[in-house]
C-alpha cells in the first residue's frame, strides 16, 4: 500500500547520497510541483538549498506573498525573490500575439533565472561549495510523456515556462519523478505546506499575461488581478473547488461594449469566466456552475472592478475550444 510517510523517508534518502556535500538550486513557481519537490530537497539537505522564485508581474493576487511568507514559514527554505516585474511588462510592451507573448515571457524567465544562477554560484564559490544540482518538479506523468529520458533537463518545451534554461552544468534532482498527482499533494500534506499551495489548481507559467486578450499592461493586469480573485473567493466559498478543475478569468481588453453603471453610461471591458472540468486537461468540458453562484461572481466583479461591465460565460468544452484562451 501506498505510503507518503515512507515515500518522504525513501526520497530524503536517495536525495542525501545523490547531493552530498553540494548546493543545491531550485525555482519555485507558485505550484504544486515545484514547492513539494523544493520542500522535500530542504528536508533532505537544509541550508545546502536555495529556492529561486521570479516575480513576472504575470502572478494572481497573494500569490507572491504566498510563496515568500507562508512558505518559507512553513518549510524554512532560503528563499530568493528576483523582482522582474519591470523587466517582463517593458519587454511586453504593444505585443498582443499570444505565441509571441509565450516566447518573451519564457525568455525573460530563463534570463531572471540565470541572472539569480549567476549570483549564486559566485557566493557558493566565495565559500568552496559548487552548486552542482538543480531540483526539476518531474511528475511520473511528464517522465511518460517525454520518453522516459532522464540525467539532464528534459522540460516540456510547449510548456517553457517554469521551464528553466537547458543547463547542462546541473545534475537534476527530481523526487518526483515517480509519482502522481494526488500522491505529490499528500506529500506536500504531511511536509506541513499551505493547502493553499498543496491544493492549487493548475495555472499556466505565462500567467496572467495570456488571459489578457490583447496588450499586456499594468493597469490591464490589475483589472484582471481584482476579477481572478472574486472568482476564485466565491467559488471557494461555494464548495465548488473541486468539481472545477480550473477557472481561468479571462480579460477581453482588445473588446469594448456599452453599459450602464451608477449615474451613467460606460464604456467597458467583458470578463470571461471560464470554469472546466477535466481529468488531465487533454480534453475538457464546461462546468455547470449554480446560477446562483454564477450571478454573485457577476455582480461582484462589475461593482467591484473598475473598467469591467460586462461578465460572460465560457460553455465551450475542449476541443474544439483550449481551456485558455491564448
Ligand atoms: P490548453 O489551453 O492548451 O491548456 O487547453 C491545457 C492546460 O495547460 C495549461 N497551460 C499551460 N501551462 N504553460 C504552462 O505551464 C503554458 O504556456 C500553458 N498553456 C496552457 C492550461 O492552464 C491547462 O491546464
Known amino acids: 500500500e501506498w505510503n507518503s510517510g515512507n515515500v518522504i523517508a525513501e526520497q530524503v534518502a536517495r536525495i542525501r547520497e545523490q547531493v552530498g556535500s553540494a548546493r543545491v538550486i531550485s525555482a519555485l513557481s507558485g505550484g504544486v510541483d515545484?514547492?513539494?519537490?523544493?520542500?522535500?530537497?530542504?528536508?533532505?539537505?537544509?541550508?545546502?538549498?536555495?529556492?529561486?522564485?521570479?516575480?513576472?508581474?504575470?502572478?494572481?493576487?497573494?500569490?507572491?506573498?504566498?510563496?515568500?511568507?507562508?512558505?518559507?514559514?512553513?518549510?524554512?527554505?532560503?528563499?530568493?525573490?528576483?523582482?522582474?516585474?519591470?523587466?517582463?511588462?517593458?519587454?511586453l510592451a504593444g505585443v498582443s500575439?499570444?505565441?509571441?507573448?509565450?516566447?518573451?515571457?519564457?525568455?525573460?524567465?530563463?534570463?531572471?533565472?540565470?541572472?539569480?544562477?549567476?549570483?549564486?554560484?559566485?557566493?557558493?564559490?566565495?565559500?568552496?561549495?559548487?552548486?552542482?544540482?538543480?531540483?526539476?518538479?518531474?511528475?511520473?506523468?511528464?517522465?511518460?510523456?517525454?520518453?522516459?529520458?532522464?540525467?539532464?533537463?528534459?522540460?516540456?518545451?510547449?510548456?517553457?515556462?517554469?521551464?528553466?534554461?537547458?543547463?547542462?552544468?546541473?545534475?537534476l534532482v527530481e523526487p518526483l519523478r515517480t509519482l502522481f498527482k494526488d500522491e505529490v499533494r499528500q506529500i506536500g500534506r504531511d511536509l506541513g505546506l499551505p493547502e493553499a499551495i498543496v491544493g492549487?489548481?493548475?495555472?499556466?507559467g505565462p500567467g496572467l499575461g495570456i488571459r489578457i486578450v490583447g496588450e499586456v499592461t499594468r493597469e490591464r493586469l490589475d483589472l484582471l488581478r481584482q476579477a481572478d480573485a472574486i472568482a476564485r473567493e466565491e467559488l471557494t466559498a461555494a464548495g465548488l473547488d473541486r468539481e472545477i478543475w480550473q477557472c481561468p478569468v479571462v480579460l477581453l481588453a482588445d473588446v469594448r461594449s456599452v453599459g450602464v453603471q451608477g449615474d451613467g453610461r460606460t464604456y467597458g471591458h467583458p470578463i470571461v469566466l471560464r470554469p472546466v472540468s477535466s481529468e488531465d486537461a487533454m480534453t475538457a468540458d464546461w462546468t455547470r456552475l449554480p446560477y446562483d453562484v454564477l450571478a454573485k461572481i457577476s455582480n461582484r466583479i462589475t461593482n467591484e472592478v473598475p473598467e469591467v461591465n460586462r461578465v460572460v460565460l465560457d460553455v465551450t468544452s475542449k476541443p474544439p475550444g483550449t481551456i485558455e484562451w491564448e
Not at 100 to 116: S, T
Not at 120 to 132: M, V
Not at 200 to 204: G, I, L, S, T, V
Open 34 to 91: 515545484s514547492a513539494v519537490s523544493t520542500a522535500l530537497v530542504h528536508e533532505a539537505v537544509g541550508d545546502q538549498l536555495t529556492a529561486v522564485f521570479v516575480d513576472h508581474g504575470l502572478l494572481r493576487q497573494g500569490e507572491r506573498e504566498q510563496v515568500q511568507n507562508d512558505y518559507v514559514a512553513a518549510t524554512g527554505v532560503r528563499l530568493v525573490t528576483i523582482d522582474a516585474v519591470d523587466i517582463f511588462l517593458d519587454a
Open 97 to 171: 500575439d499570444p505565441e509571441e507573448k509565450r516566447k518573451i515571457i519564457g525568455r525573460e524567465f530563463i534570463r531572471a533565472f540565470e541572472q539569480a544562477e549567476r549570483d549564486l554560484i559566485a557566493e557558493a564559490a566565495a565559500d568552496g561549495q559548487p552548486i552542482k544540482f538543480l531540483v526539476q518538479g518531474t511528475l511520473y506523468p511528464d517522465v511518460v510523456e517525454s520518453g522516459g529520458g532522464t540525467g539532464t533537463a528534459n522540460i516540456k518545451s510547449h510548456h517553457n515556462v517554469g521551464g528553466l534554461p537547458e543547463d547542462l552544468q546541473f545534475e
Open 200 to 204: 492549487r489548481q493548475p495555472f499556466p
